[in-house]
């Protein structure tokens, strides 16, 4: 109960427009910001410097262009050309190939086929630079749409895409055997969304149990499954089902958010294991962030340290 309660009160902050414009004022003003622990920057070439650190730690990555939610197609428009800039400005830079997107933030509520052809056009674009791209789970009414529009993908001979569900869901089960059926690569996640009780687990016991099911039968079935969670347990707990099935490091990876265990990030890194770090940027960032309050409300000690150390 207390996990709902503290993803539900993070989302009614994450919907205050006062606090969006606040922190858009002081949350990424300087280099010792509470905001940039967990979100590279504001710019494109932010994330990509970010990106050049993470990998000279030995690590790869994944940049998220932040945004959701669209209000017009015109904003959606907007968003699919920023990410056809992405894909080429990142394609000269030199980083890693690989980024992930939300599709209500390519129209995805406003005009499903309009959403189709914006991730058609991203698609191609990613194609042609050799990228893989990696569709983003949002709340439970998203879910059957956006598993629709990546099966469509899919069938239409895009293969340098995946999708993530979340253990929170109790539909993933079934979700996990369908995409699996299409050889499909999978992000799990435990969800960071407040769901209601017919649609989610409610106990983060619950959800990290379900998450430990749908892990088993992704390393033994899916292909290069990512793995992304900061639970010391969990991974452990995958560490010894990959040992015990002669399951071998290189056939999935695990995945952590950018400012998060950087300590783990690198002691999973030395022992061979698949290391992704997550690294978000965009003047988007504050729906994002109190999201990851939420899921993890140990961060907060972390941003009021920040506050007051700057004061």
């Known amino acids: 109960?207390?996990?709902?309660?503290s993803k539900a009160s993070f989302h009614a902050l994450a919907s205050s427009s006062i606090l969006q414009r606040l922190a858009s004022r002081y949350g990424m003003a300087g280099p010792r910001s509470f905001a940039r622990r967990f979100i590279a920057g504001e710019?494109?070439?932010?994330a990509i410097a970010a990106a050049r650190a993470v990998e000279a730690r030995g690590l790869a990555i994944t940049l998220d262009y932040l945004g959701e939610s669209a209000a017009t197609l015109e904003?959606?428009?907007a968003a699919t050309c920023e990410y056809l800039r992405i894909v080429d400005t990142v394609a000269a830079s030199g980083i890693t190939r690989n980024i992930s997107l939300k599709l209500t933030q390519l129209g995805l509520g406003l005009d499903h086929d309009r959403c189709l052809r914006n991730l058609r056009r991203i698609l191609d674009r990613a194609r042609a630079h050799e990228f893989f791209v990696r569709i983003d789970m949002e709340n439970s009414p998203y879910v059957e749409e956006t598993l629709q529009i990546f099966e469509t993908l899919w069938a239409g001979e895009f293969s340098n895409i995946g999708v993530v569900l979340q253990s929170a869901l109790r539909r993933s089960e079934t979700d996990l055997r369908r995409l699996n059926a299409l050889g499909a690569r999978i992000r799990l996640v435990k969800g960071a969304y407040k769901e209601p009780p017919d649609v989610a687990w409610q106990l983060k016991a619950d959800v990290d149990a379900a998450?430990?099911?749908l892990m088993e039968v992704l390393l033994r079935e899916g292909r290069f499954p990512a793995l992304a969670t900061h639970d010391t347990a969990i991974i452990a707990a995958a560490q010894t089902f990959a040992t015990t099935h002669g399951i071998a490091p290189d056939t999935f990876e695990f995945q952590m958010l950018?400012?998060?265990r950087r300590d783990?990030?690198?002691?999973?890194?030395?022992?061979g294991y698949g290391m992704r770090v997550y690294i978000p940027f965009g003047r988007e960032w504050f729906p994002y962030f109190m999201r990851r309050l939420g899921e993890r409300p140990a961060n907060i000690g972390f941003v009021l340290r920040g506050i007051f150390s700057e004061r």
């Open 1 to 5: 109960m207390i996990d709902a309660l």
């Open 43 to 46: 710019t494109l070439e932010e």
């Open 75 to 77: 904003a959606a428009e």
């Open 211 to 213: 998450y430990i099911r």
């Open 258 to 260: 950018y400012g998060i």
């Open 264 to 271: 783990l990030q690198a002691s999973l890194a030395a022992a």
